[in-house]
């Protein structure tokens, strides 16, 4: 079992529809982090989270500590959020990263 | 600023055959480390470095090799490719070890050995 589940794995989505991926982790974390994988393979950073929420434009992340739980939200979404949205957490001792398999979200106009 | 510059984007090796992946970052960021994507898989900690000259390993350091001579620098090699090394690799850069810094990754490199 990984230490990082997210889900769904896929999902297809109308453009405007209001979008949720989540990620439940097992181990004691100091930070968790959504990443974006996009077709052409390049990833980028959205959120680094310890605590609460966090929000940028179209983009909302969350998270509970206590149970071991993230969100990552899309509002209004667009067929340019189409990609892989990947959560990764890093453990209390700094040094142990633990990613998601990653969930790929399909936008259609 | 480049960021993280990962080369080559694609290679093809055959089993047996050598190769370093090169990757550079301009941010003077002290933390480097090298990732692998398997299809399915979640990025898996191949070796990380915390300064030039120093290195450890991650999650699945077997059959790779890196050093850390300067600070830019973080080259990744292969000694003898096999099958079970085709995959993408992501090279990643952080200012600082704390955890709640943010991560740069580079656009990655796509290696099928045969």
């Known amino acids: 079992k990984n230490e990082v589940e997210q889900s769904p794995q896929n999902l297809t989505a109308q453009e405007g529809e209001f979008i949720t991926i989540n990620c439940s982790y097992s181990?004691?974390?100091?930070?968790l982090h959504w990443l974006q994988q996009h077709p052409g393979g390049g990833i980028v950073s959205l959120f680094m989270l310890s605590s609460g929420k966090k929000k940028h434009g179209r983009l909302i992340a969350t998270i509970n500590i206590q149970e071991k739980h993230s969100s990552l939200h899309i509002t209004a979404s667009h067929p340019r959020d189409s990609a892989v949205y990947i959560c990764a957490v890093i453990g209390n001792t700094g040094n142990q990263f633990y990613f998601g398999t990653g969930t790929s979200l399909t936008v259609i106009p | 600023n480049a960021g993280v510059t990962q080369t080559p984007k694609f290679r093809i090796l055959k089993i047996g055959q050598s190769m370093t992946l090169q990757c550079a970052q301009d941010m003077n960021h002290n933390y480097m480390y090298w990732y692998r994507q398997d299809p399915g898989m979640g990025l898996k900690l191949i070796y990380y470095?915390?300064?030039?000259?120093?290195?450890d390993k991650g999650e699945v350091p077997n059959g790779y090799n890196v050093s850390r001579s300067t600070t830019e620098d973080f080259p990744l090699r292969l000694e003898l490719a096999a099958p079970s090394q085709t995959s993408v690799y992501f090279c990643a850069s952080s200012y600082s070890y704390h955890p709640r810094t943010d991560y740069t990754f580079g656009s990655g490199t796509r290696l099928t050995v045969v």
């Open positions: 470095s915390v300064g030039a000259g120093i290195t």
């Open positions: 181990v004691g974390i100091s930070a």
